[in-house]
Every structure is written in C-alpha cells, then in structure tokens.
C-alpha cells in the first residue's frame, strides 16, 4: 500500500495483499528463530490432546511477521514505522491456513512540514474468511510537496 | 514471568530476561522468513549511504519476535493472551547489539472465575541501557483457585 | 519487470531492481540448503590460502537465486519461465558485495494466441559496478488481446 | 563425476547421483532464502484453483541448486566453472518428489595448456523418471600432465 | 536440571522436560546444517524401499541436538560440561514423534573447591514410551559453599 | 571413510575430512534449531565480560554435528551406527574457527555374519591444530563376504 505519496491516499481507502500459506515448516522455523517454543506450537501431542484447538498452532507474532512482507513498502516513500497501536489476536492460525493482508486507511494528518501521517486498519485475513489479527498502526510518509 | 498463577503476582513486581546478541545472521534470517526485505534492513549500501542511522537496523518485528523467546511462559499458567495495547518502537536495534526483555505488571484483574488478567509492560532493552521497544500487553492467566 | 502484459513491452527497454547484500550468513545458508560445501565458499582457511581471490567466494547459484528474488513478476502475466540461454558467471561475489539486477528486453515474439515471448539479458551488478552474472532468458506472458 | 583429472574423461560416459526429495519445507526455506514467493511456489490455495498443477509446485531454481549439491566436485580437479549453456525445465518438481542428477559428457577440449574443457549434459530427473530439467554446462579442469 | 547449586542435588533424583515434535522441517534443516545428506534421512525412496524402517528417520545428532535445547541450563550454575560417556541409539525418531528428556543423578561427586561433579543418566523418550537415544553424562556445577 | 567393505579396513588407517569454517551465522542457526540458547553461545556481553573466552564459543553439538558431515558415508557400506563411547570436549571453537574431522580404526571385530564392527577415533581439529572434540565410536557395516 505504501508505495504512493501522502497526498494520494484518501480515508477508506482499502489495499489487499497477495496470499502466503503458513506450513508446519513455517512454524518450526518461526519457533526455531524466536526461541519461543511453547507447546502449543511445537508440541504435536501437547496441542491435540490438551488444547481447544486439538492441534497445534502458528505464533501470534509469526503471523504478523508474515504479515509485514506481505504489504508493500516503498523506501522513498515510508520517513519512519511508529508502531501498533490496539492489536487483537482473534482466530488462531493453523498448519497450512493460507493468509492475506487487508489494510484500511481510518485517519489522515498533514504534518505540514512535507510528511503526513497515516493511520490504518490492519487485517490478517485467513482462506476461511476469518480474521486472524487485527490491528490499527501508524506510519510517517512523505508528501510530494515537501514544503508544507 | 508467566511461571506462577495469578495470586501471586503483584503491581508494580518486575522482572528481567536473559540477553540475546541481535547478529547480521538474524537479520537475513528474519528478512528471508517474513519476506520483508525493506533495504534498510538487506542494503548495506544503501543502509550507509541514504539513511541517518549509516547501518542496517534489525526489523522491529525482529526484535519483538526475540522478545517473546526470552520471555518464561508455563503452558499450566497462561490462558489466553489477548494481544498488544501501545507499542513504539524507540531506539533501532543494530548488527550485534545485545537486547533484554524487562517486565512491569501494571494492572491485576480478578475475573471471579478461576482466571485473572495481568496487564504488563513489557520493555526491550539494549546493552547500551537504551530502550528499543516499549508496549503495554494483557494475558489471561489461571488462579490457584479455580472456583472463583 | 513482469507487471504489465506483452503490449507494453518495447525492444531495448530496461528495468532496475532494488539491492541485495549478500553476507556471510547467504553463503552459509546456501551452502547448507544447496549441500554444495565446496571449499571456495565454506573453508575460510582453504579459500584465503588456495585461491586467487583470497576469500571465501558465493556460489553461482546462491547470486543467481536471489536474483530471481529481486524481479517483479505478476502471476496475472507470466505463462510460462522457459529456461535460461548462454549464462556466464563473470565476477566473483563476495561476502558484504551488494548486488542489483538489471533486465533488457532484446527481442518480442507475438504468437498471435493470446501470448507473447520476451527475450531479456539478465545481469547480476555489484555496488562495484562490476557485473557478476549475465544471461539471457525467455519467458511466456500474456497480452492484453486474448483473441490473438 | 569431477573427482578425477581430464585425461581420465571420455565422451559418452555417464554419472549418477544419489535421491533428494524436495519437500514442503525446501520449498518455504527457498522461497525465504531467494526472496520468490510467486504464489505458484507459495500460495496453496492459488496453486490449488488457479493453476493447471492444482498444486505448488517448487522453483525451477530450488531444483538447479538443489542438483548442484547432489554433485561430487573435487577442488584439486576443477579450475573453474563457466556457466551455463541452454538450460530448459520441462517437468515441475511437486512436493515429495525425489530427484537425482543425471551427467554425460558431451565434448572434451584440451587446452593443451595443463587443463582441459568438458562439456556435459545434465539431467535432474524424478522418482517417476521424467526429467525435471536439462542442459548443458562447461567446466574447466586440471589434467594430469601440467605440462601440456 | 541444572537450576540450582551441588548441595541441592542427591542421587537418584529425576526430572522431565516438555516435549517436541520432531517433524519433516527439522530433518530437512538438520540435513542441510549438518552437511549428513545420508538417504535414510533424505530420500524418502530409498528410505521406504531400502530400509526396515519402511520411511526416513531423523539423525541421532538431530535427536540429541533438540534434546540439549529441552534442558533447564543456568549459567550461575554449570561450571564445565565434561562430555559423553557411554551413549546408544536405541529407537528411531520417525518423522512428527514427540520426544522428551528424562534425567537422573547416578553419582555426586564433591570436588572440595567449591564445586562438585554430577553424573546423570539423560534418556530421550518418544510419545511412545519408547527410549531413542540413553547416556550417561558429566557436568561440573557450582556448590554454595565456595569455601569447599 | 565408510565407503569401503569390512576387509577393507586395517587397524591404525586414518582418513582426514576437508574443512569447514564455524561461522557466527552457524551459531545463530544451531541455537535455533537445538533451542540451546545458553549465553556463552548467544549473548556477545555475556561472553565477552563473564567468561574465560572473552567471546561466545560454539555449541559442543554443533561441532559434533558438523563432523558428522565432513564423513564420507556410503549406505552400501553402513549397517548400523552402535553410538558414541567416550567423548571429551577439549579445546572450544570459536567464531570462524576451521574445523576438519580425523578418524583412525582402533580395533575390528569380525562378526562372522557378513558384517563387521569398525571401533574408529574420531577427533575435531582446528587449523590451530588443536583438538576441539575428541570421542570413539562403532560402526558395523557389511563385509564383501555376505556368508561369513
């Protein structure tokens, strides 16, 4: 989404990701790399016989790093990341449940000084339809008129 | 710090994680796992030359997925957690700086119901003593009590 | 370069990607996913001591994947990746060598069903400038035109 | 097949390879490490119902590095590896499948100068016995009389 | 285990770890780290035409690589790990087992200088019950009394 | 050294492995994958300041494991690998430390049934000349002669 100038965007504004499928291989490697090894995501036996879902699970943070690559982002464009704000995990992300981006421009501030600040809606949608994360952040970028 | 149930937490109690050395492999890693490869994390040339920070700088996902592995979960514990209330990304983390993760709870909440909701700040830490990340997070987690 | 259809495409047109460093921690990987350990590119010792350039060196293709990495291909576009014409490894990559890659469309086919090939020179470049990898390839796209 | 010097070569002989199955992991592993997360390669549902595989397929580059490693190369033996000749991959590699490099040597050159040029076919063929790939490469390597 | 100083241990004391599922992913990265491409890990042909196993198994460094990551390990504590003494392969790990660590204190021996060496038998279990790997091993830890 | 028959061997032969370097990268990938994520391996501060090294050393497993990979391993040959007798770890290994393997037969036993017992030395030597691991170990594999 990030790949226009401050100006160009308009509140409502929507943006769709393409898809990326979250394999068992997926969450070793995320476990692996974490170093957060809980049982619900590595445990196969754990997960099945003592968890609601009766198998195991992605990371709730494997799946917002997945979901980082799969958004656009273009260096002339994006001055500075400021964060997240509210994030909720809703529905858990299972072994090869395939998951898309789906941004959503709320706010629009002009900094006046050639940045503006956009403030999105972030949804990590699975094939089901259901949604897995849900977010607001906030991203400084740059205007084209970089006077004002 | 999820290692205990409910009622012996209290506000205001801290505590603090092992460390773990951020290094050029974890940013490829991490760059290759999320598919985020944002030149200022994967350009040395560009990371030098066009930016203030004259270095590639560790995705903030990156940080906050090491994060997560440094912290004590017990599966006998913990719940549910809910998600991220605030989070900013502070200070960059660099190739080779060494990050901690420091934990304040902030809020106790009863639910009546043989769970409790812990609402904690959750810190990362540089050897520098400066802050890389800061959020608020919210986890459920069982009582000792399982009748109310 | 793949995001538009066969129309678009005009003879002597270029296209530039972002850049890439290629690090220790690539040819580590590389070597580990490909199974070629040979010693240029795994034996520190080997390869400062036995061999002209004095380092260790990335293999051929570890720099020619991750170039396929660093091309924009649209799946609404491409038919079909025929393969590869005449490719020379021309300039070692070494470690914390930044590389780039830069298409020349050389020759359009129409084949009059809806389709059309495009032949392109492929170079791999360094931040030296120097040309480490070039090639020529044929790839099947689509045309605005189904009819013909 | 190049763990002996030229004069020990002859044209028409031939060299196998042990198995290799690419699995689901090789794929998601390449995908990250290369930076190509073509939908084709990455993308279960797309691959199953927009694609004639109705299924994922692996990178034609996953399978070319993959046979790299499935190689014997002997540094005392090779001088240097030139490149490719024409190179077409006429089967996908699905997930599972088991692949083996199959060589035959095409031409023989002596440089008279101590080394000698060997061109040779190589086949990366499946479990069913259809070939994955096929082209030609030459390589450069040592002789037994350094002399001439 | 070694979560707390020599004076608090005493022979014939146990302790269990959580489990891990060892899957096809962890094979396969195992595979390419270790450069051990041997196909009764990595060809599922071979494995399942030319093996009694009927299927690939994972190597027994793998096992005893994730069963050294399923230890409690605190730095305060261990002096010096010694090594091996005698250790068998009993049972192959087949991909998705779930393995766990059971150790025991075999001897305790107090080296007067304010540690003391413990001798423990480490056994990784599958969800079978089945033993897959059994040894004996010797650390040097830390006494609270550093007099003697 | 396992790519010959049982009459093959003689006691006191030895083979010697080519080299591989010990990255910072190999570090970051064995914590990972083992989950051993002790800080004299992982945390540059700790290392530095709070060990004798004055730097992170590698796991004993890795070197371990990536000896197994410079053996040459025919599966015609191998029948069984019995497991490790007496294994010190000597001399650590350190960031960019080359290590190649040694092996020498101690002692062959005839099994009278087409196989034979191998009992060999293995040792992990640095370029320093140093020996990081040494161990011995048993292998029965088959003899040329099946009825005997």
Do not use: C
């Not at 196969?44 to 997945?66: C, D, N, W």
């Amino acid at each position: 989404m990030f790949d226009k100038k401050f100006e160009h965007f308009s509140v409502g504004e929507t943006w769709i990701s393409r898809g990326r499928t979250i394999t068992e291989a997926d969450i070793v490697m995320f476990s692996a790399f974490s170093g957060d090894w809980y049982p619900l995501h590595t445990d196969k036996e754990y997960a099945e016989k003592q968890t609601p879902f009766k198998q195991r699970i992605a990371h709730g943070m494997l799946v917002l790093s997945a979901a980082t690559g799969l958004q656009k982002m273009d260096p002339e464009i994006i001055v500075a990341f400021y964060g997240v704000e509210k994030l909720r995990f809703i529905t858990p992300t299972f072994i090869n449940d395939t998951i898309h981006v789906e941004m959503k421009v709320l706010d629009l501030q002009d900094k006046q000084n050639g940045t503006g600040v956009v403030t999105f809606e972030e949804k990590v949608v699975k094939q089901t339809g259901e949604t897995a994360i849900i977010g607001t952040f906030k991203v400084l970028i740059n205007k084209e008129n970089k006077e004002g």
